[in-house]
């Protein structure tokens, strides 16, 4: 079992900037991969980035590159998303995940994760 939780959401105008956090608990951090999608309602799960075990391969959704980045900190057993230049349509819940399949952070697709965040809202503002 892991417990994954989420923090830093909140509102933010257009342009500016957050840090999502997840907190994993339960195995080892550095046996599995970590992701973070989003989601509106009425939508599917999106992709939005996963980073390996070492933090070493990166992966982002095309929409996202350039703006957002993932980082992972071992000794603290928490992944981040740092997102600048934030865009109105970058308003959803936003879910950090652990994909336990495979150590290299490949998957996009969210049936590969295993566990999941209970979500935070993230809002922009025009």
């Known amino acids: 079992q892991v417990q994954l939780v989420e923090s830093g959401g909140g509102l933010v105008q257009a342009g500016g900037s957050l840090r999502l956090s997840c907190a994993a608990s339960?195995?080892?951090?550095?046996?599995?991969?970590m992701g973070w999608f989003r989601q509106a309602p009425g939508k599917e799960r999106e992709f939005v980035a996963t980073v390996s075990w070492s933090g070493g391969n990166r992966y982002y959704a095309d929409s996202m590159k350039g703006r957002f980045t993932i980082s992972r900190d071992n000794a603290k057993n928490t992944v981040y998303l740092q997102m600048n230049d934030l865009k109105p349509e970058d308003t959803d819940v936003y879910y950090c995940?652990?994909?336990?399949?495979?150590?290299?952070?490949?998957?996009?697709?969210?049936?590969?994760?295993?566990?999941w965040g209970q979500g935070t809202q993230v809002t922009v503002s025009s």
């Open positions: 339960g195995r080892t951090f550095t046996d599995y991969t």
């Open positions: 995940a652990a994909d336990f399949s495979t150590r290299e952070g490949v998957h996009q697709d969210s049936y590969e994760y295993d566990y």
